[in-house]
């Protein structure tokens, strides 16, 4: 086979790391790379308001933040995974859920291949338990909710029809979902990498 007729299943990262789309290796994840990644990529498929779209690095931070106001207790392991929940976007992009659905299991099984070894990468349980699973989520869906009222156009009228209403959050942590506003990606890739950092001295 040619150069001009092989596929290429690897991607290479700023770091120089190559990874394998088909089947990722913990080796070939770094944390600049992810992000980086994730930094640059849009919620909302962009329609957000703003100078800056909305990066998942930011939606990532909040959703730690959530998942910290909700279990005060929290684990670094957890609060870590909370962090990482959508760091497979680095390299898959942010698809909204109704597209994600429309693609099937292929694509959840790909994204649950790069999740563990992202996981596996950074000393976390390759997969997180039911119930660590149940509260990232909620949280995830949490964050999404302001996002949707503060972002994304949404009233809140509307947003009560598709998305749960956020419940038994904190003043704090309201205030501050209801103040987001999005960062540049520079700020977005900074306040990422500083946040894991603050947690993995935890670990």
Not at 41 to 48: D, F, L, P, S
Not at 57 to 65: G, N, P
Not at 163 to 184: C, G, V, W, Y
Request: proline content about 4%.
């Amino acid at each position: 086979m040619s150069k001009h007729t092989q596929k290429r299943a690897w991607q290479r990262m700023l770091s120089g790391r190559r990874l394998d789309l088909l089947d990722p290796s913990p080796v070939d994840v770094e944390i600049s790379d992810i992000a980086r990644g994730i930094a640059c990529v849009a919620r909302w498929n962009g329609q957000t308001k703003g100078d800056h779209a909305f990066s998942v690095a930011e939606h990532s931070l909040i959703v730690a933040d959530i998942c910290v106001d909700m279990l005060p207790t929290i684990s670094p392991k957890l609060e870590m995974m909370a962090l990482l929940h959508d760091a497979s976007e680095y390299v898959i992009g942010d698809m909204i859920s109704p597209f994600k659905n429309a693609l099937g299991l292929d694509y959840r099984q790909f994204e649950d291949r790069l999740e563990t070894a992202i996981h596996i990468r950074f000393g976390l349980p390759a997969r997180p338990t039911t119930q660590e699973k149940k509260l990232i989520k909620q949280a995830d869906l949490a964050c999404a909710y302001y996002e949707a009222t503060q972002l994304a156009g949404f009233s809140v009228e509307e947003a009560d029809k598709f998305f749960d209403r956020p419940q038994n959050l904190s003043k704090t942590i309201i205030t501050k979902l209801e103040a987001m506003q999005p960062l540049s990606v520079r700020q977005a890739e900074a306040a990422f990498l500083s946040r894991f950092a603050q947690i993995n001295v935890r670990l």
